[in-house]
């Protein structure tokens, strides 16, 4: 027993040899700890006063982002109702356009001045769908030719300068599109 008893007094000895070493650690470094608590408190606070400083300023940046997008925004609703206003005047001007044939040449089969008319509509509709600039300034001069060409073979029909008993230059336009 008395083995036993020397093992649980060795074994209490470690122990408590255990607690005093972290006891004197502990003094030795109390000093080191407390500046590493108050280290670590100053940064809580300064970074929870960058975050605040940061936040700010995201919200400042999202408020500009958002009158910016709002602002082009109107600038592009304004821009579509310009151009739905514009395309709509392009019709009427075709409308205008059918109306002149149909007076032009009486004798001309409704079908043959619709058809006119579509092609027109169609020249229109390509200018005004082009992905890029230059494609639809190419559809715009199709348009403006085709046009012009239409006017050209009224007013010489009008004046008795054409023989032409319909619009030749005109179909022959659309027959090379």
Not at 99 to 111: C, D, F, G, M, V
Not at 159 to 171: H, M, R, V, Y
């Amino acid at each position: 027993m008395n083995t036993f008893r020397n093992w649980v007094l060795s074994f209490t000895r470690l122990l408590h040899s255990i607690k005093n070493e972290n006891l004197e650690w502990q003094n030795a470094n109390q000093a080191l700890q407390a500046k590493l608590k108050q280290t670590h408190a100053i940064n809580e606070k300064a970074l929870e006063a960058e975050l605040k400083k940061r936040s700010v300023q995201l919200a400042h940046e999202i408020a500009l982002l958002k009158t910016k997008q709002a602002s082009e925004l109107s600038m592009f609703k304004t821009k579509c109702t310009q151009d739905i206003k514009d395309y709509k005047d392009y019709l009427k001007s075709l409308d205008q356009l059918k109306h002149s044939i149909q007076t032009s040449y009486p004798h001309l089969p409704e079908a043959v001045a619709f058809t006119i008319h579509h092609h027109a509509k169609y020249l229109l509709h390509k200018m005004w769908e082009a992905d890029n600039y230059e494609q639809k300034m190419l559809h715009e001069m199709q348009l403006i030719t085709f046009m012009t060409t239409v006017h050209e073979d009224a007013r010489t029909y009008l004046e008795g300068s054409s023989a032409d008993q319909l619009p030749a230059k005109t179909l022959r336009l659309i027959d090379q599109t």
